[in-house]
């Protein structure tokens, strides 16, 4: 009798140990989970693997996070495992048993899913899947408002227990918040973006001489930026700044912008106000944080390694490697665009006159990696504003050939081009010279 008790006591401890450990192991998860989707990486992949832990410790076969598209009354996956990315899964938002969670907020859990009638079994027939059971919850944001339902599905050991909608309905309550954190800020930073892309088409269609400067000194300038991968310097920063960095120009009176002639020292001094004036409107702009450079760096784009530029007469170093970008950009662009007086200058023309400049207004380095940007990419900048009429097709042949090849084509002497350069030089020329 003695024995059996002790080894009823056995059983029962290793019983309330096994449970211990799972518990703890669920706190883990939870744990982790809150504190990976708290930080602001990429909300897909987040979800992704925080889905993936979810459906381990529930033993389950896969999870999926529906979002409410209010507007057309619909749900639609943000995430799903065992879906394709970029294949979504959309249906209207009163149908099936999330449609059902999403609208009441009720939690739902359903041992067997084809024996309930709230069950809707298209998406099934749509993906070959077959659902057994399910535990629905509903995603809540901070006003109680559902804004979405996450699904875990098939639990491989039976129906999902009490302890697992626990679970869940604390996962779903930190993925909710995120999510919603997420998307309010991908909203602001689609207004902040078409607020400056106004902001800097206005200044280009403005400027009718300059037209589309900005945009092309922007391209430019980013181009250079992601093929120099080692430099402390951010693409977004450059970009932002690329777009605004002749903003400072709304300050200059139109006769001055315009004059046809030679401008007089009183009215040079006035165009050399703009970058300053640029920074001054910059400044007064909030930017996040990781945009905080934007104004220091499109009101430097006039200075020189030499100290010979302006406003300020920075040297090297004191001009920041984005003011640099933008320095080079803006002069291979006043070169190589059309104006009413004369053409494109020649590509080889364009580049020693910056040669001209290395070390004192350029950054030797910066121009060996704007070299590197391929001829593709160079083409449909210069032809921004014809890029509906670009052969894409034929422009393949120029994705891999650098901007230096191009201007190594032009130095030699006609007669010893190979049938290859005579390709590229030719099929640079018809887009530079736009004959097409
Ligand atoms: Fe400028």
Redesign the pocket.
């Known amino acids: 009798m003695k024995r059996w008790r002790r080894k009823m006591n056995q059983i029962n401890e290793s019983i309330v140990l096994k449970n211990l450990q799972e518990e703890n192991q669920r706190l883990k998860v939870l744990l982790h989970l809150a504190e990976n989707l708290q930080t602001h990486l990429d909300l897909d992949k987040l979800l992704l693997t925080t889905m993936e832990e979810v459906a381990k410790i529930l033993k389950a076969d896969r999870c999926t996070v529906f979002l409410l598209d209010e507007d057309k009354n619909e749900l639609w996956s943000i995430v799903a495992m065992g879906i394709e990315k970029g294949k979504e899964i959309r249906f209207p938002a009163d149908r099936g048993i999330a449609g059902h969670v999403a609208r009441t907020g009720e939690i739902l859990n359903i041992p067997d899913a084809y024996k309930d009638s709230r069950f809707n079994p298209d998406i099934d027939k749509k993906t070959g899947y077959k659902t057994k059971n399910m535990l629905t919850m509903p995603l809540k944001n901070r006003d109680g408002i559902t804004i979405g339902v996450y699904q875990i599905l098939n639990k491989f050991d039976g129906p999902f227990t009490r302890a697992d909608e626990e679970l869940l309905s604390a996962i779903s309550q930190i993925t909710a918040t995120t999510v919603e954190n997420s998307l309010l800020y991908e909203e602001q930073v689609e207004s902040l973006n078409s607020f400056v892309d106004t902001l800097s088409a206005t200044l280009d269609t403005r400027d009718y001489i300059t037209a589309g400067h900005s945009r092309r000194v922007t391209l430019y300038s980013v181009a250079i930026c992601k093929q120099l991968k080692a430099m402390d310097c951010s693409c977004e920063e450059v970009r932002f700044a690329g777009l605004l ?2 903003i ?2 709304l300050g200059i009176p139109e006769d001055v912008l315009f004059k046809a002639g030679k401008l007089n020292q009183e009215e040079y001094q006035l165009i050399k106000k ?2 300053a004036v640029t920074r001054q409107i910059l400044e007064s702009i909030h930017f996040p944080r990781n945009l905080k450079n934007v104004p220091e760096i499109a009101s430097t ?2 200075e020189k390694l030499n100290g010979q530029g302006y406003p300020d007469g920075l040297k090297n170093g004191e001009i920041p490697p984005g003011g640099r970008m933008l320095a080079l950009a ?1 002069v291979f662009d006043a070169l190589t665009s059309r104006r009413q007086y004369r053409d494109r200058e020649p590509i080889e023309k364009v580049w020693e006159t910056i040669e001209k400049e290395a070390g004192d207004t350029f950054d030797i380095q910066l121009m060996k990696v704007f070299l590197e940007v391929p001829l593709k990419q160079i083409i449909e900048i210069l032809e921004y504003d014809q890029r509906d009429r670009l052969n894409e097709k034929e422009l393949t042949l120029l994705a891999e050939i650098p901007l230096g090849t191009i201007i190594e084509i032009k130095r030699k002497d006609p007669e010893s081009l190979d049938d290859q350069d005579k390709n590229i030089n030719s099929l640079f020329d018809k887009y530079y010279q736009r004959n097409y």
């Open positions: 960095h002749d400072g120009k703009h970058p784009h006039h803006d």
